[in-house]
């Protein structure tokens, strides 16, 4: 039988992550560096659509990413995680199902990023996670514990507002002014409509390129 149907194992909550308990607070990663470079980051996939065609974009440009994985979209679709971990690019846990967290215990923050991490590896054994990024920016204890499990927190220097659409060309525009050294910058391939996102990056890539931006993964990935 393959690795990737053997049945999921969920884990137990790591130990030391009791009720009101929790290690020291931990800042989130805006930014990367301090030279021309930016790290394109994408949250809520994986998406049958939007990621492979995104996927397809950052490989003509030579890009890497980030991608936020959403649980209960991984379950849905393993293929385009591999696809994703086949093409180079970097994996971060956004938890299971988008859940504010900003007020859960440490211990149920545990919880559901160990069984994110899961079910990612369920569909691509041994991956490497080494992000997290909490749900609408909720962050609470989320930093402190995703750094416990071996995860840097990562939040961003720019946020598109790519969620609510506003046309390709204001996306463009966004993008290509908003950038600044080191930018974390946040965008998304899930979550809904996002070939306005998916528009609006292959044609800001060579604008920024250009005027001699470079794209990076954090921590030299």
Not at 26 to 47: K, N, Q, S, Y
Not at 104 to 119: F, P, Q
């Amino acid at each position: 039988m393959s690795s990737t149907t053997q049945p999921l194992r969920l884990p137990r909550a790591a130990a030391g992550f009791g009720p009101g308990a929790g290690p020291p607070p931990v800042r989130p990663t805006e930014v990367i560096g301090t030279d021309r470079a930016v790290c394109l980051t994408f949250d809520d996939g994986p998406h049958p659509e939007h990621t492979l065609r995104l996927l397809d974009v950052l490989a003509a440009q030579q890009v890497r990413a980030v991608f936020f994985l959403q649980g209960n979209h991984v379950i849905e679709h393993p293929e385009v995680v591999r696809r994703i971990v086949a093409a180079g690019h970097a994996l971060g846990n956004h938890g299971m199902r988008h859940d504010d967290m900003g007020t859960w215990t440490a211990g149920r923050i545990a919880s559901d990023l160990l069984e994110t991490n899961a079910v990612i590896r369920h569909a691509v054994p041994h991956a490497r996670i080494p992000y997290f990024r909490a749900p609408y920016g909720a962050w609470g204890q989320t930093p402190s514990v995703a750094t416990a499990l071996g995860m840097r927190p990562m939040g961003w220097r720019l946020a598109v507002t790519d969620w609510e659409p506003p046309g390709t060309d204001e996306l463009l525009r966004r993008i290509t002014e908003g950038v600044a050294p080191g930018a974390v910058v946040l965008l998304h391939d899930g979550g809904g409509d996002r070939s306005q996102t998916v528009d609006a990056v292959e044609r800001a890539i060579p604008v920024l390129r250009a005027h001699s931006w470079r794209f990076a993964l954090p921590d030299g990935d």
